[in-house]
């Protein structure tokens, strides 16, 4: 073979080396470029899962921290809910501590008053007590002096009044021999006997003819009320008409006709009772004495 046939021989052959060397060289490229793509895929989905392992992680994250934002809050609030509760109950133990303390000052201050009351009243009762003594005391001691004066004047009086009775003047006029001396009251003008008594008591009005005031004083006025009837025998005939008049009219009273008919003290009494007189006489019966007490 030619050179020159050797040489385009060598020159194609060359060539196609050539060729095929750029076709090697274009493929190893394109595997490069493949693999560059596949190695940039791969880094993708590398940061992909990255990214998303990190998305998890901050989600994780971010819910731990909202988790411990929620138990911080719930904790803030069980502590501050405990706070309010030891607050309120510090409040309410001070109130009732300040409660029992009025209500301890209340009670000494009643205690104090009613002590003071108490205290007040016992010596008012005391100072009522020793007034109510001292009166006592004045009163029974003015009574005493008024009882001791009044026996005093009493006795005064009693000692004028017997003195003044052992002055009086017998009776005036006969005596009758059963009913005694016959009087007119100086105080209620009422008539009766005295049955022979030493004491002439009116059985109206009670006085003591032995009281009678002096001549020449105006007699006292009779009194409204009637005084208790002492009793006393009327002035009558016989024995038997004594008991009917005194069953009529009362004891120590005599008849109305008996009164109309009989004269005062110291005229001539009663005509029957001198004849009562001069037959007793005559029968030797004795007429007593003024003073002396009479057989009724």
């Given at each position: 073979?030619?050179?020159?046939?050797?040489?385009?021989?060598?020159?194609?052959?060359?060539?196609?080396?050539?060729?095929?060397?750029?076709?090697?060289?274009?493929?190893?490229?394109?595997?490069?470029?493949?693999?560059?793509?596949?190695?940039?895929?791969?880094?993708?989905?590398?940061?992909?899962?990255?990214?998303?392992?990190?998305?998890?992680?901050?989600?994780?994250?971010?819910?731990?921290?909202?988790?411990?934002?929620?138990?911080?809050?719930?904790?803030?609030?069980?502590?501050?809910?405990?706070?309010?509760?030891?607050?309120?109950?510090?409040?309410?133990?001070?109130?009732?501590?300040?409660?029992?303390?009025?209500?301890?000052?209340?009670?000494?201050?009643?205690?104090?008053?009613?002590?003071?009351?108490a205290a007040a009243e016992k010596k008012a009762a005391?100072?009522?007590?020793?007034e109510a003594k001292r009166k006592a005391a004045a009163?029974?001691?003015?009574?005493?002096?008024?009882?001791?004066?009044?026996?005093?004047?009493?006795?005064?009086?009693?000692?004028?009044?017997?003195?003044?009775?052992?002055?009086?003047?017998?009776?005036?006029?006969?005596?009758?021999?059963?009913?005694?001396?016959?009087?007119?009251?100086?105080?209620?003008?009422?008539?009766?006997?005295?049955?022979?008594?030493?004491?002439?008591?009116?059985?109206?009005?009670?006085?003591?003819?032995?009281?009678?005031?002096?001549?020449?004083?105006?007699?006292?006025?009779?009194?409204?009320?009637?005084?208790?009837?002492?009793?006393?025998?009327?002035?009558?005939?016989?024995?038997?008409?004594?008991?009917?008049?005194?069953?009529?009219?009362?004891?120590?009273?005599?008849?109305?006709?008996?009164?109309?008919?009989?004269?005062?003290?110291?005229?001539?009494?009663?005509?029957?009772?001198?004849?009562?007189?001069?037959?007793?006489?005559?029968?030797?019966?004795?007429?007593?004495?003024?003073?002396?007490?009479?057989?009724?």
């Amino acid at each position: 073979m030619s050179p020159k046939k050797k040489s385009t021989a060598a020159k194609k052959k060359a060539a196609a080396a050539k060729k095929k060397a750029a076709a090697i060289k274009k493929k190893a490229a394109a595997a490069k470029k493949k693999a560059a793509a596949v190695k940039k895929k791969a880094a993708a989905m590398v940061a992909k899962k990255k990214a998303a392992v990190a998305g998890v992680k901050a989600a994780a994250i971010a819910a731990r921290k909202k988790a411990a934002a929620l138990r911080k809050k719930q904790i803030d609030a069980k502590k501050k809910a405990a706070a309010t509760l030891k607050k309120k109950a510090a409040a309410a133990k001070k109130k009732a501590a300040l409660l029992r303390k009025k209500e301890i000052a209340a009670k000494q201050k009643a205690a104090d008053i009613a002590r003071k009351k108490a205290a007040a009243e016992k010596k008012a009762a005391a100072a009522a007590a020793a007034e109510a003594k001292r009166k006592a005391a004045a009163e029974k001691k003015a009574a005493a002096d008024e009882e001791r004066k009044q026996k005093a004047a009493e006795a005064a009086a009693e000692k004028k009044k017997a003195r003044a009775r052992a002055r009086a003047a017998a009776p005036i006029g006969p005596r009758h021999p059963k009913l005694g001396y016959k009087w007119t009251c100086f105080n209620c003008e009422a008539k009766f006997y005295d049955l022979g008594k030493p004491e002439p008591v009116c059985p109206k009005c009670e006085e003591d003819q032995r009281d009678r005031p002096p001549a020449g004083t105006p007699a006292p006025k009779a009194p409204t009320k009637r005084a208790s009837v002492r009793p006393m025998a009327p002035l009558l005939d016989d024995d038997d008409d004594v008991g009917t008049a005194s069953r009529e009219t009362g004891p120590g009273f005599e008849h109305a006709s008996d009164a109309a008919a009989t004269p005062p003290i110291g005229d001539a009494i009663f005509d029957q009772a001198d004849a009562e007189s001069e037959t007793d006489s005559d029968e030797g019966s004795e007429v007593d004495e003024p003073g002396k007490t009479a057989k009724s």
